[in-house]
Structure formats: structure tokens, C-alpha cells
């Protein structure tokens, strides 16, 4: 059992390095897929959605979202402009997206 908790805990914090070496870029996305249009709830001021391996978010106004891993590290920070964006991490896991006053559970 503890030899398993052990290999849990590295794996996580191996991810967790893993998703900090190379910095994350936000794109805008100009024609986004229906699937994914249509998984915005759209009753906020912004929603985030997880699809094919990205991370979309949409806004109705400039938002600053941070990315931290699970274990709380502050991956990354960045502004974006109002409209539907996208993140792609080189690492699978689960993080955590605070975005405006929104904070979401994010698993990729």
C-alpha cells in the first residue's frame, strides 16, 4: 500500500514538472468545432470546456486565467481577449483553471 501511495505521489509531482517545462500558449480560435460551441453554457460571463485534448475557454470580456497544477503550483498566467481561446499541455492530468471569478477542475 505504501509502495503505491509512493509511486502516486511521483507520478504526480513527475507530471506536475512535466506540464512547467514548457509554458503553455493560449490561441484564439476563429471557427471552432460545433461540438464545441455547443458545450458552452453561455450563461456566464465565461465558460470553460475540455475537448480533444484542449482546453477552450470562452469570454465575454477580457479575462486574466491562471493554470495550477494539483498539487497547487501556478502553472500559467495569462490575459485574453474576449471570444474563444484554446490551451494545449504537453502533460495529461488533472489542473485547476481560475479564470475571472470561475475556477474549474480541468482533466485532460
Known sequence: MGNR??????????????????PPAWE???SPQPSVVQSFEMEGQTEV?????YIYIWSQRPVTVKLFSI?????HQETVAAGI???????????????GS???????
Open 5 to 22: 501511495l509512493t509511486g502516486f505521489l511521483i507520478a504526480l509531482i513527475v507530471g506536475a514538472a512535466a506540464a512547467m517545462a514548457a
Open 28 to 30: 484564439e480560435v476563429t
Open 49 to 53: 470546456v475540455v475537448r480533444d485534448g
Open 71 to 75: 498539487l497547487g503550483q501556478q502553472i
Open 85 to 99: 481561446h484554446r490551451l494545449r499541455l504537453n502533460s495529461k492530468g488533472i489542473f485547476i483553471l481560475r479564470a
Open 102 to 108: 470561475l475556477t474549474k477542475r480541468v482533466t485532460l
